[in-house]
């Protein structure tokens, strides 16, 4: 590309961009397709996908703006950013709900044809803020363009309904933004034709749009500023974009024809689950029977069924459906059955806001079932972790013989991050460790090293047994009241869990090792507070950190590490289930910054809580 | 496998475990589990390839007592965990055995769906119009006005009818038997077996202890006969200790008439197992008015669920080759160097 004319080009380390309009204007697609420049110029990015939970809100209501932010950079990122330098808006609405978070002195690109009296009243706006007298705007860089006339000029000549030509106009802003950014058209390019190869005029409409978004830039000098961001020094190797959905169902697979198991999955649909049960529903051919049942608890039982059979059985949900799934979990611990249950956290509590993100369901997944009944709790920190944590959800489930809990966030379904794509015959393969020889076979008799019961498929020759609900004498399983017998299966049960302890890695300190302030985390916290943390120890200060990964058995070495900090900061997006936890374990005294916005720990405000902390060490 | 070697094969007992039955004496439970000994035996597979699964209530202790594979689950949800078994190893003979309460009140919505979902799965439903192992409260199919612990003064809601019920859900093999009528309890078990698709068996069994004699009216050995038609694809539909009365079609029913023993008229129903309108109109009858049909109301053939996910997965690999690689590496990738 050569530009001619009198522009600046601003070479920057980093920036945050954010696309916001109805959710009919198609913003998640601009959004994930500047995603895939981003990918394709090199650069590290981290992508906060945030939609209204009404499918098609009334047009030009702040409640139904739809919105996409992206960070993306010369050098590692780890989240989203908190308030974006740029702003596409498709309409007032989007600028009304957004102008809180633009970065002072930021740049404002909106459609000025959907600026009519009608959509500003709509939006809460008095008067317009792009006149030139208007005080609102006063503190940005706004550029104003026709995108929805442009759009029409473009496609004057085509024979197509107005309706249609309308849709076309987000990759007229697309076509825009790839200029700013000095990025090259190729890969938008590229989808276009796979998606609407086979729709040859909505193609060369779509086509005719993006260019002429991107010539109107160089002919009309609408920006006096291109930004460039050169690409991030990523490690050496093949890399796709990935979002959370995807890794944890291809981690899935992975598992499956690692263990030489196929999956039944069944699920109830629910945001933000839904989206693992339709990318498994597509994938077939993998051996995977994807199943949708008639409520959750039909869902989680017929993964237990599988289980039961000798199958991978998984089942997940969010918030309301795992509460309905509570009973039959608990039947899965009492029969010692490797069911793996996803629980895809979201704003609650009871419906709460169904498309936002939270951390609130921990201590539900550790202690919100009847009676002393312990099972595995994973968390995946990043989008492309749930791959890897799907695979360590199967290796510990078929191992120990008991439930699996992995506790996801909506956040990290979908947002995503460029992944280095890992070669899946390095992973190592897991034995399926089933039970064929009938000699002195009995249910409940336990692996000395696991603790863990034998897996039977159903139907094999010799080791008919029956299995339920009921407490069983130890080793035989034959139904028994006994006290005793009573007290010793609860603690084998407990006791199994802790086994796996010896089974996982230790936790690896992130940061200055020699620091006086630790933060701890777990799940999506590890983007914000990776970020701040580097803000601070750039300001010459030394911090370190942890992300849990592991939340039943905690990692050994938790503690040590606990100890060995002057200052414990517990960072959550709930009130303290962490925080509570690690006080009561450890008896150590820990600072706890938690928010419930249904959003991401802004950076900014967890920097001024470490140093807020760490002045208040000095003081001391 | 012929029948003949079969029955050399296997004897009832060979599937009756070590465990003793805990049923209160007097219970029809034990009626029903010889009856179902006795038609696995029948049957002739092995004991490894067969598996019962039950919900929870004193009817769902039935796998304890039996030497095949066995799954008590919990309350109501049998029939999905069931369905996940059957899914994951077709070849399995899969029986399922739920109450009046766990089957028709907490687990009712997945009878529906497992009815209309046709896998195939043998569910066998004993129905006491009680609560047993919660000792006597009213269930969903206890009979209006019936008083008992939770309805002193009798209950207010109206029954729920398990045959229109199975009918309305799609159901693709529906019987009715009373556990007291062992010989036939055992074909019908076997009939439900053969059957390819989810087979809904309603049993009639007494509760010795909470409900007794609810089911006198019509299964007392003295009067049953005229209080029972046996319902047999093929066959007219005929009744009474003569074989003296019979079922003929009326307006939007059936009408019942009496004739000379042996001499049975032309126009008596000819029963038609795959007939709508039969099988709607012999769930009709109503006792003590119309005599209780027992046997098999209907049976047609529709696809099962697991043969259909089966399918799917095989067009699939056919369609896609399952390359876990390919699909991992698809979409835009790109180099760092
Ligand atoms: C979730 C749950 N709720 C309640 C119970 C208590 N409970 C056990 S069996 C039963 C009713 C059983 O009645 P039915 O299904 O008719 O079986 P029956 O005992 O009559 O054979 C109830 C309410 C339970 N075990 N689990
Ligand atoms: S309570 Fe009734 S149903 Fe239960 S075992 Fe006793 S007689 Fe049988
Ligand atoms: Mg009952």
Partial sequence: MTVEKQVELNEVDTITVKFAGDSGDGIQLTGDQFGNTTAFAGNDFATFPDFPSEIRAPLGTTYGVSSYQIQFAAKDIYTPGDTPEVLVCFNPAALKVNLDVVNKGGLIIVNEDEFTDKNLKKAGFDGNPLDPTSETLKDFRVHKIPITTLTLQALDEMDMGHGDKLRCKNFLALGVVSWLFSRPLEPIEKFLNKKFGKKPQVLEANLKVLHAGFNICDTMEIFPIMYKVPPAKLEPGTYRNINGSLATSYGLLVASQKIDIPIVFSGYPITPASEILHTLAALKQFDVAAIQTEDEIAAVTMALGAAYAGKLGITGSSGPGIALKVEAINLAVMTELPLIIFDFMRSGISTGMPTKTEQGDLLMSLYGRPSDSYLIVLAPSSASDCFWISIEAVRLATKYMTPVIVLSEGFLINSSEPWKIPDIDNIPEMKAPFRINPEGYLPYKRNKETLARDWVKIGTPGLEHTIGGLEKTNETGNITQDPENHDLMTRLRYEKTQKVGNDIPDIEIIGDKDADLLLVGWGSTLGSMRAAMEVVQASGKKVAMINIRYLNPLPKNLGDILRSFKKVVVVELNLGHLNMIIRSKFMIDTAFLGRVTGQPIPVTEMIEFINKELDSLKEH | ?337
């Fill in chain 2, 1 to 337: 496998m012929s029948t003949e070697t079969n029955q050399i094969k296997y004897k009832a007992t060979d599937f009756k475990s070590a465990a003793e039955p805990r049923w209160c004496p007097g219970c029809e439970d034990y009626a029903i589990l010889k009856a179902v000994q006795t038609a696995m035996a029948k049957i002739g597979r092995p004991t490894h390839e067969h598996a019962v699964v039950s919900g929870i209530g004193c009817s769902s202790r039935f796998p304890y007592y039996m030497s095949t594979y066995g799954f008590h689950t919990i309350h109501g949800r049998a029939l999905p965990i069931a369905t996940g078994l059957k899914l994951s190893n077709p070849e399995l003979a899969v029986w399922v055995v739920t109450g009046d309460g766990d089957g028709m009140s907490i687990g009712g919505n997945h009878l529906i769906h497992a009815l209309r979902r046709n896998s195939d799965l043998n569910i066998l439903l004993f129905n006491n119009r009680i609560y047993g192992l919660t000792k006597g409260q009213y269930s969903p199919t206890s009979v209006k006005g019936m008083v008992n612990k939770t309805a002193p003064y009798g209950t207010i809601e109206t029954p729920v009818d398990p045959l229109g019920l199975a009918i309305e859900s799609g159901a693709t093999f529906i019987a009715q038997i009373s556990a007291t009528y062992v010989k036939e309890l055992v074909d019908v078990l076997i009939e439900a077996y053969n059957h390819k698709g989810t087979s809904f068996v309603h049993i009639y069994q007494n509760c010795y202890i909470y409900n007794n004699g609810a089911f006198d009216g019509f299964t007392n050995r003295e009067i049953r006969d005229d209080n029972n038609v046996k319902v047999e694809h093929g066959k007219p539909l005929i009744f009474g200790k003569e074989l003296n009365k019979g079922l003929v079609m009326g307006y939007g029913k059936f009408d019942i008439v009496e004739f000379e023993p042996n001499k049975i008229p032309d126009n008596i129903v000819i029963y038609d197992e795959t007939d709508p309108v039969l099988i709607k109109m012999i769930k009709d009858l109503e006792f003590p008015d119309s005599p209780v049909p027992m046997g098999i109301i209907k049976r047609v053939e529709a696809p099962i669920f697991e043969d259909v996910v089966r399918e799917q997965i095989t067009m699939a690999k056919d369609k896609f080759k399952p390359d876990l690689k390919k699909l991992i590496e698809a979409g835009d990738t790109w180099e760092v160097k």
